[in-house]
């Protein structure tokens, strides 16, 4: 997936691994990162540490760049 697909109202793009999803619930403009992005005190920022093999954090910043221009207003962050 290099952008958002779309299925029931949900978009999904994909993160740190192939089957790592972060998905976009546009009838409550929420996102849910998984473990995408963390937040230590800071905000939240992809972990760099997190991302594995040949995927860099800039790497999946590009493949989340589709979700700027959405509506949003709540991030959900699990597993942080």
């Known amino acids: 997936m290099t952008h958002l697909d779309y299925v029931f109202g949900v978009r999904a793009a994909r ?3 192939p089957y790592d999803l972060v998905l976009y619930v546009e ?3 929420a996102v849910v990162a998984g ?3 963390i937040d230590r005190g800071n905000g939240l920022v992809i972990d760099r ?3 594995v093999e040949a995927v860099t954090a800039e ?3 590009r493949r989340l760049d589709p ?3 959405l ?3 709540i991030v959900l962050p699990t597993h942080a």
């Open 35 to 37: 473990d995408t992005w």
């Open 67 to 69: 979700l700027i221009d």
């Open 59 to 61: 790497d999946v910043a």
């Open 71 to 73: 509506p949003l207003e």
């Open 15 to 17: 993160s740190i691994q």
């Open 27 to 29: 009838s409550r403009g």
């Open 49 to 51: 540490e997190w991302p």
